[in-house]
């Protein structure tokens, strides 16, 4: 099994990327996924993951409006297009399958690493 990210580089402040999570081995539209990051010195983040069935979408704060997870399961592909980027987005980005915490009413509130993790690729945002 092999999850492999791409898209990430170098952008201005306000520019866009979308980053890229094929997967080989799996079926990604058989799992719950997610993307993290991680900024030098901190702790990985779930900035954003999706249930299998497409149903309930979940972000972090900092990054709804701006980021959107979406995938083709023709392709085996997920993506995490990302608009109106900041400094403080820069960190390495991870996709994964995860597992979710749900409220009562289906409502995503929490993402975890689960069993396949990609590569990270670099985002790095100038101000």
């Known amino acids: 099994v092999q999850l492999q990210a791409s898209g990430g580089g170098l952008v201005q402040s306000g520019g866009s990327l979308r980053l890229s999570c094929t997967a080989s081995?799996?079926?990604?539209?058989?799992?719950?996924i997610g993307w993290f990051r991680q900024a030098p010195g901190e702790g990985r983040e779930a900035v954003s993951c999706?249930?299998?069935?497409?149903?309930?979408?979940y972000y972090i704060d900092s990054v709804k409006g701006r980021f959107t997870l979406s995938r083709d399961s023709a392709k085996n592909t997920a993506y995490l297009e990302m608009k109106d980027l900041r400094p403080e987005d820069s960190a390495v980005y991870y996709c994964?399958?995860?597992?979710?915490?749900?409220?009562?009413?289906?409502?995503?509130?929490?993402?975890?690493?689960?069993?396949?993790w990609g590569e990270g690729t670099q985002v790095t945002v100038s101000s």
């Open positions: 999706v249930s299998s069935n497409d149903d309930n979408t």
């Open positions: 081995g799996i079926t990604l539209s058989h799992y719950h």
């Open positions: 994964a399958t995860v597992t979710t915490s749900r409220a009562p009413g289906g409502t995503i509130f929490g993402c975890y690493g689960a069993a396949y």
